[in-house]
């Protein structure tokens, strides 16, 4: 049985809205928390994304392919 979230006067909840900008900064965050910082090449995607230049799906694509990128270069070393 799937239970829907309520508030604590039985209204449901209102939608949560996080600009592109506030999620960039979340996620910059989050990875700084774990002792880690973006790439210059993700920081340059992240900052298109954000600026609408390219949506969820490319900036997932094209971070994958720096990850690829990096992981190739790494093991040619």
């Known amino acids: 049985m799937q239970r829907s979230a309520v508030t604590s006067n039985g209204a449901a909840p209102g939608v949560v809205k996080v600009t592109r900008k506030q999620a960039a900064a979340d996620a910059d965050g989050l990875l700084r928390a774990e002792g880690l910082e973006m790439s210059p090449e993700h920081q340059a995607l992240s900052a298109r994304w954000?600026?609408?230049?390219?949506?969820?799906?490319?900036?997932?694509?094209?971070?994958?392919?720096?990850?690829?990128?990096?992981?190739?270069?790494?093991?040619?070393?």
């Not at 600026?51 to 790494?74: F, K, P, S, Y």
Request: aromatic share 0%.
């Open 50 to 77: 954000v600026a609408g230049e390219i949506d969820d799906e490319e900036l997932e694509r094209l971070g994958l392919e720096l990850v690829r990128e990096r992981l190739a270069a790494t093991a040619v070393r």
